[in-house]
């Protein structure tokens, strides 16, 4: 157990739909970032936040939200959900602390396993 | 931004060596390396900050040369628990974003 935790594990559901993935840090991680992982590909990076303020955004689409709560968890919201959104979506976290060498270091879940029919 | 790695894949003999490569554009902060096993997550291996160090765990070592922003991974007289999927990560010196290379196949045979 790598001290993040994602649910769901797995989710099935069709095209046009909304979904929402909820990732809850390795406790004293203030760090959130989500990666999309398609089939046998690399891990594409999407966003990340910081003690509840986004910090950095990589390649995500439009119909992609994200948040971080006060509480340190973060949701990734899909919606309008296409065939080629299925992947499996990970969500990492780390100390996150801006100058501290090695803050950085990612700590992933177990990862969230979408398939849009 | 993306960092390259080399090669996409290979396929080692036990007790053979490796080295894959990390090569970014953008000026770095630091290097890291992941390991990820098939249907698994990435796992931590190592960072290597700036100044050229060199950092060893067990039989897999990197290197980091700041000046070229490249960083290799060496496995010496691999196991075949070394199988899987290489990922180097790059911090830059400035700005945010935290990205992964290409991704490289290691599979290790009897």
């Known amino acids: 157990d790598s001290g993040v935790t994602q649910t769901p594990k797995h989710l099935i559901t069709a095209t046009g739909q909304r979904v929402t993935l909820r990732c809850s840090p390795r406790?004293?991680?203030?760090?959130v970032y989500w990666y999309q992982q398609s089939l046998d590909q690399g891990l594409q990076f999407l966003i990340q936040?910081?003690?509840?303020?986004?910090?950095a955004k990589g390649n995500i689409l439009e119909r992609f939200s994200a948040q971080q709560f006060p509480d340190l968890h973060s949701e990734l919201n899909l919606s309008s959900l296409e065939l080629g959104d299925s992947a499996l979506y990970f969500c990492?976290?780390?100390?996150?602390?801006?100058?501290?060498?090695?803050?950085?270091?990612?700590?992933f879940g177990a990862g969230s396993r979408l398939t849009v029919l | 931004q993306q960092p390259v790695q080399s090669p996409q894949a290979v396929i080692l003999r036990e007790g053979e060596d490796a080295v894959i490569n990390c090569s970014s554009s953008k000026a770095l902060y630091s290097v890291h390396w992941y390991r990820q096993k098939h249907g698994e997550a990435p796992v931590f291996l190592m960072i290597?900050?700036?100044?050229?160090e060199q950092k060893g765990h067990e039989k897999i070592s990197a290197s980091f040369n700041e000046k070229k922003q490249q960083s290799s991974l060496y496995l010496t007289a691999s196991q075949l628990s070394y199988s899987g999927t290489y990922f180097c990560?790059?911090?830059?010196?400035?700005?945010?974003?935290?990205?992964f290379g290409t991704g490289t196949s290691l599979t290790v045979i009897p």
């Open positions: 406790s004293g991680d203030l760090s």
């Open positions: 290597l900050l700036k100044g050229g």
């Open positions: 990492a976290s780390s100390v996150g602390t801006p100058g501290v060498s090695g803050a950085n270091v990612l700590t």
């Open positions: 990560g790059t911090e830059p010196n400035t700005g945010n974003q935290f990205y």
């Open positions: 936040y910081y003690n509840g303020e986004e910090r």
